[in-house]
């Protein structure tokens, strides 16, 4: 273990002077487990990956603050990867983080909020207005989705928590309503 620690001692020294194989030495013999106490912290590989990254850029600009009395290589190095890994926990706390499926929903949100003003922009005192107008809501949903959005009656039925049938026969049944209203 000494032979080690006195190598990320040597290491760090090099990087010091500015020689990019000590970096190197520092990055063969530790990556793999820094990637591990990151991984730990942060729960999630590619977050980890990064951390390491930023921390051996960090390592390299700042091995001339190391001091071999202060603590051991290995230590100090560590506690880079460490810190990085608790200040990104820390601010991820703060971003409301997103999934991909989130995501999505946000999409169908605002593609439904598009179809629905669609909707509210039309003449108020047009016939077509007063025919959707005299629909129920979830039916007039599915029409504007459908015809509006582009949306397909398998798209519809799954926006609309609906089984299929129910949204096919809903909007076969609301144009129906809406050529006899426009007649």
């Known amino acids: 273990m ?3 620690s006195t190598d990320l001692e040597a290491a760090l020294a090099d990087c010091a002077k500015g020689d990019r194989d000590g970096l190197r030495r520092i990055f063969d013999q530790e990556a793999g487990r820094l990637v591990a ?3 730990r ?3 999630r590989r590619e977050l980890a990956e990064e951390v390491v990254q930023e ?3 960090r390592i390299w600009t700042h091995s001339h603050q190391y001091t071999p009395g202060r603590g051991s290589a290995r230590g100090w190095v560590y506690s880079i990867v460490r810190n990085r890994a608790l200040n990104l926990l820390r601010d991820g706390r703060r971003e409301d983080l997103v999934g991909d499926d989130q ?3 946000l999409r169908d949100a605002d593609q439904l909020n ?3 003003a669609a909707w509210h922009t039309l003449d108020q005192h047009s016939r077509l207005h007063e025919c959707l107008s005299g629909l129920e809501e979830i039916r007039r949903r599915g029409i504007l989705m459908a015809y ?3 949306y397909t009656h398998g798209e519809i ?3 609309l928590r609906l089984p299929l049938g129910t949204a096919k026969s809903w909007i076969r049944r609301g144009l129906s309503s809406l050529r006899e209203c426009m007649a």
């Open 2 to 4: 000494t032979d080690q």
């Open 37 to 39: 106490v990151a991984q």
């Open 41 to 43: 912290i942060l729960r």
């Open 55 to 57: 921390s051996f850029i």
């Open 103 to 105: 995501v999505e929903a």
């Open 114 to 116: 598009e179809i629905m």
């Open 148 to 150: 509006v959005g582009g």
């Open 157 to 159: 039925a799954g926006r």
